[in-house]
């Protein structure tokens, strides 16, 4: 028997959420999007941080693919625009 998940329900607009699991730094964050109202907020446990710290901690904590010396950083660059 398949075990039913627990849906997240928007506590400003009651839509369901979508939770995505995250680690920031050390930490282990869930990101909670509402695409009905375009409300997000991460958490840590039971506290929720402040977008500002968030991301703070994302530019001091740069995944592995976007820092210096990993085979992958810069992979993806935008080709220029040119005009005819």
């Known amino acids: ?12 607009c009651a839509h369901t959420l979508v939770a995505i699991p995250l680690k920031l730094g050390d930490a282990k964050v869930v990101m909670r ?3 009905a ?3 997000r907020w991460w958490q840590e446990g039971d506290e929720t941080l402040p977008l500002g710290q968030v991301l ?3 530019k001091d904590n740069p995944p592995p693919s976007q820092r210096r010396g990993h085979r992958d ?8 625009v040119t005009s005819t």
Do not use: W
Request: overall charge positive.
């Open 1 to 12: 028997m398949a075990s039913a998940e627990l849906e997240e329900i928007c506590p400003r």
């Open 73 to 80: 950083a810069g992979r993806f660059r935008p080709k220029a």
């Open 56 to 58: 703070r901690v994302m």
């Open 33 to 35: 999007s509402c695409s």
């Open 37 to 39: 109202c375009d409300t």
